[in-house]
């Protein structure tokens, strides 16, 4: 007997020889720098030197991304490569919009309420 869906009771088609599952990736945030920057994949890519598609495939986590072409984003997004993996800059409420907001006098008075709460829970 064939494999058969359990629920639609449609035949499974077998496996493509040598086909892995891609494993998942942690999420980045390559697609939000972009646009943060008003650039398209096209125009990315010929920044980076290149394809749109492999722009599209790296931002959608479908092809993994080499230490060398984080550095490269980055200086193409002037930010820093932890940036493009932990700060979604489209976030209004984020702390480090937030940040980037503040002038000199602010982010000491954050800094300060910071340590405050973290001291005493608060």
Request: net charge positive; aromatic share 6%.
């Amino acid at each position: 007997m064939k494999n058969v869906c359990n629920k639609c009771k449609m035949p499974i088609m077998p496996a493509r020889i040598g086909y892995k599952r891609p494993k998942q990736r942690r999420r980045t945030f390559f697609r939000q720098w972009r646009l943060h920057r008003d650039l398209s994949q096209e125009r990315l890519a010929e920044r980076l030197d290149t394809s749109i598609a492999s722009v599209s495939r790296i931002e959608s986590g479908r092809q993994p991304y080499t230490q060398d072409y984080l550095e490269a984003l980055a200086a193409a997004l002037q930010t820093d490569p932890a940036s493009l993996l932990m700060r979604d800059p489209s976030d209004p409420d984020a702390i480090w919009t937030i940040w980037d907001n503040a002038k000199q006098g602010e982010r000491k008075m954050i800094i300060d309420i910071a340590r405050t709460i973290v001291k005493t829970g608060t």
